[in-house]
Each structure stands twice: as structure tokens, then as C-alpha cells.
């Protein structure tokens, strides 16, 4: 279309025409698309990771907004990138928020949760104030480990159902920016109901079943046991937030 007299020498996974060598390109999966095809899913880029708003409260609420409201769209405009560390860190500021607001809520459905988890064990000279502190403290900790566990989960998942080429920078940008999910936890319970958490874990579920569709390629049901290795196990494990 663009080069009439060129000869194709690929043809596009989106739209299947053919793609000649001034028009062939790879999308974040690897497979060639022509310049029109590509052009419909290169964004700008998130705003967490642009010049401007990058590491920044209106980045990190931005990217937020886009991956909640979009959560079927979103990583298929991700820019093909492998830089990890600002999903990691969007990730993991994600969970840290959403589990800090679950143990709030749990502490207000239970008045002397708080007392029991910061009881001061015989023999330390440990205020209680201290105590509560470092519980509040360990949240942070606590969501990167989840945040390590979830990702190396998913992506030994993806090896197991074939994916050979995923590549952990990769999937780290997947567990990253689906971690925004865990926001949802800033929702307070309805009585015992914590629909907070509830809507964490179907938003979850939905991103990551989304992303690995669009990055592999795979089946709707491979990529269902892909996503449900890793959501068996911390739910398992009461790594959710519940």
C-alpha cells in the first residue's frame, strides 16, 4: 500500500496483508505487523514510564486509571519494552497500598486484631506503639516478596504450557501493571463481605488472562492455566490480602 513497487516479504499477523522491508515490524510478541497495524496499538507510552510524569503521584494515578478502566486493551498498547524495574515498582507500590487498606479494614472488623498482632513477645523491651509500627512497617516488605513470588510463578507457568521464549522482563511488566488490581482493596468491606478484595482478584485475573493472550499468543484456555498456576498457589497460601 505504502510501497507498491517493493516486494513483500513478510505478511501482517493483524490485518494479513502483505508487508514489505520498509513496512515490516515486530510487535511486543515477536510477530510482524505493518506499519498501519502497528501504529493502532503504539501508545505514547504509559505515564508512569514517560518523560514528565514518570516515577511521579500523577504517573503512578494515570497508569492506574488506564489499567482499571481498560483491562482488556491495555497491554496490548504496552510499549515493546524489556525494562522491568518501573513495572516492578509500580507493582509492588500497587500491592503495598492495597494490602496496607486490607489490614485497615480488618483491624475495623476485628478490634483487637491490631492487639494480637502487636503483642509484644516476653522478654523484648518493645512498646506496643513500636509494635504496631513495625507491623504497618513489614507491609512494604511483604509486597515485594508477593510481587517476586507471583511473577516467577506465572512466568515457570508460561514454560510449562510451552511458552519457551518468555522472557522474565516481560512478565514482570505483566505482574507489574495487573498489580494495579490490588488497588480495588482500598474499597472497604460490605459487612464480612470484602468486596474490595473481590474485585482485586477478578481485575487480576482478567489483566493477566488478557496479557498472555496478546504477548504469546496463546489459547483463551492456555492462557487461563497459565494465570490460574500462580492464583492457586497465593490463594492457597493467603498471600491475597484476604
Known sequence: MHHPRASAVAICTDCEQDICAPCHGMDLRGFAVCATCRAKYEPAGTAWETDGQRWTPIGFARTARDIIMAPRTFFMRLPASDQWLPPAVFGVTSMAVGLFFAFIWRVRLDDELLAKVSATPEGMELSAEAAKFVVFAAIPLGAAIQFVFHTLLLYFALKIFGVMHAKLSHVIRITGYASA????????????????????????????????RWFYNLGFWQSMGA????????????????
Open 181 to 212: 488490581a490490588y488497588l480495588f482493596m482500598v474499597v472497604p468491606p460490605l459487612g464480612d463481605f470484602g468486596l474490595g478484595h473481590f474485585l482485586m482478584i477478578m481485575w487480576l485475573f482478567n489483566l493477566e488472562v488478557n496479557a498472555v
Open 227 to 242: 494465570v490460574l498456576i500462580p492464583f492457586m498457589f497465593i490463594m492457597t497460601l493467603g498471600l491475597g490480602g484476604g
